[in-house]
Nanobody, 124 residues
Framework: QVQVVESGGGLVQAGASLTLSCTDSRRTSSNNGVGWFRQAPGKEREFVAG????????LYADSVKGRFTISRDRYKNTVSLQMNSLQPEDTAVYYC?????????????????WGKGTQVTVSS
């Protein structure tokens, strides 16, 4: 059983930065695409950012482009999401997900393993 674990969430003020980290128990993510999604109260889960197996290709939602950066360290088996200039509308539970494909994707059904999420709250 692959366990995906996110960390790094918290409560910050608008304009601040946070870095989320994701790792998995069996290094499944090392050779597969990884994505970050988020879900705000009363809203559907949405794609935030994704990275392919070697970190060479990244993809971002328009709402975070230029503010968030996804990166990975395959040797440390971690995928990070650097979030800058956070705004109240970024408040959500952030989920890391591991796909069973090497390429990048923004489609939730392409992701096989999901973490339980980490809360990010941005106050105005």
């Amino acid at each position: 059983q692959v366990q995906v674990v996110e960390s790094g969430g918290g409560l910050v003020q608008a304009g601040a930065s946070l870095t989320l980290s994701c790792t998995d128990s069996r290094r499944t993510s090392s050779n597969n695409g990884v994505g970050w999604f988020r879900q705000a109260p009363g809203k559907e889960r949405e794609f935030v950012a994704g990275v392919n197996w070697n970190g060479g290709t990244t993809l971002y939602a328009d709402s975070v482009k230029g503010r968030f950066t996804i990166s990975r360290d395959r040797y440390k088996n971690t995928v990070s999401l650097q979030m800058n200039s956070l705004q109240p509308e970024d408040t959500a539970v952030y989920y890391c997900a591991v796909a069973l494909r090497a390429s990048i994707s923004r489609t939730p059904t392409d992701f096989r393993y999901w973490g339980k999420g980490t809360q990010v709250t941005v106050s105005s």
